[in-house]
């Protein structure tokens, strides 16, 4: 059969990156149950420039009929002045949106040979590296929820976020979790913050519900203060977590100070019968684009996905994530782990780094 696949580079890193992916995808082709097709579109910055758009009608229509889509990093701080609505990232949260994408999967992991990369304490590490999912809501919550702007009321200016979700928005998102919970053998912890907000306590009743369907996943329930620091404190004690939107956001950015470098990880963006997305969890990184020096792991990592939950190819992603981690543990590595790595190395636990370029 016959795979469309819609190529988004982006802005600063995003082509870099990009293009590492596609040569891993070339290379893996002939083994793969699929025929690739591959063409690129235009979004962000780069499209501002083109036509004006952050998100032109070509390449949302393209990414509509793909059989999966791939974006590097949109933003820069050549378009931060424009409008908000036509900002890069408007493109990027428009596309999420208009593709229905409402599971973002944000893998943090580094296998035991790594750990030498967290500024976490081998002991709070453990044997077994690092090792948690994060599930965010996508394209719900704050993010979305009417009515929302600044407004003046009684002479003075008001904000307004509104943070809603229908039920069966969060349904959807929990049974992706509870699913992937199983197929790995994994407990799950949904974080919220039901002591204060109403949407959390729906959330809770949801997964309550939820968990008769999954009678063999153990469910916890955690409120997302005491989560940020137990993740910090305890990584081992979890598994899958589920959490809303903004929760996701900031959780799975403090995920990333644990592994050690942004450019590490990778990300998927779910959809339900529609196409998925793939895309590092890194932005643009103006500071080292055009150097030639952006760590490709983040995105490579998005490919092993891409082969997991587009193609059903687990022995492919697998092996491409053993590659990926195999290579930093030779002490190859782009500059942004150098540092990680002397000084692993100066206490016996990596070899010297050849920093690669
Ligand atoms: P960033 O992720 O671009 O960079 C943060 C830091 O991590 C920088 O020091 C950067 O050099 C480093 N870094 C990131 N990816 C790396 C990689 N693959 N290899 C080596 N080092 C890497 O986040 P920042 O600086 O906050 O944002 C820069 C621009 O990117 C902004 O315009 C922002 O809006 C946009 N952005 C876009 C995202 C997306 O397209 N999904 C996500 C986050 C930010
Ligand atoms: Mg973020």
């Known amino acids: 059969p016959r795979l469309d696949l819609l190529v988004l580079p982006g802005d600063g890193i995003g082509p870099e990156v990009v293009r590492e992916g596609v040569l891993l995808l070339r290379e893996l082709e002939p083994s793969l149950p699929a025929e690739l097709h591959i063409r690129e579109g235009a979004i962000g910055g780069a499209a501002v420039d083109e036509v004006g758009d952050p998100l032109p009608a070509d390449t949302l229509s393209a990414a509509l009929s793909a059989g999966a889509v791939f974006l590097g990093a949109v933003g820069g701080p050549r378009w931060e002045n424009l409008p908000a609505e036509r900002r890069p990232e408007q493109g990027l949260l428009r596309l999420r949106k208009e593709m229905r994408v409402f599971a973002n999967l944000r893998p943090l992991r580094l296998p035991p040979e790594l750990s030498f990369l967290s500024p976490l304490r081998l002991e709070i590490l453990g044997e077994g590296g690092l090792d948690v999912l994060i599930v965010r809501e996508l394209v719900g919550g704050i993010y979305f929820g009417e009515p929302r702007g600044i407004f003046v009321e009684g002479g003075e200016r008001v904000a307004v976020d509104t943070l809603r979700y229908r039920e069966e928005e969060i349904a959807r998102v929990v049974d992706v979790a509870f699913r992937i919970a199983r197929t790995q053998g994994k407990p799950l912890a949904s974080v919220d913050k039901a002591n204060v907000l109403a949407s959390s306590r729906l959330w809770r009743e949801v997964v309550e519900a939820k968990r008769a369907e999954y009678p063999d996943v153990p469910v916890r329930h955690v409120l997302v203060d005491a989560f940020a620091m137990d993740l910090v404190r305890r990584p081992t004690a979890y598994g899958v977590v589920v959490t809303e939107n903004l929760f996701g956001d900031i959780l799975s950015d403090l995920g990333g100070a644990l592994v050690g470098s942004l450019g590490l990880l990778p990300s998927a963006s779910l959809s339900e019968g529609g196409p998925h997305l793939y895309e590092p969890v890194h932005g643009s990184a103006p500071d080292i684009a055009g150097q030639g020096i952006a760590n490709p792991a983040g ?9 997991r939950h587009t193609l059903a ?45």
């Open 299 to 307: 995105m490579l990592l998005t490919v092993a996905m891409f082969l």
């Open 313 to 357: 190819a687990e022995d492919a992603a697998s092996a491409v994530e053993a590659a990926v981690f195999a290579t930093i543990a030779r002490g190859r590595v782009t500059p942004d782990l150098a540092e990680a790595c002397r000084r692993a190395h100066a206490s016996g636990r990596c070899p010297a780094p050849e920093v690669l370029s």
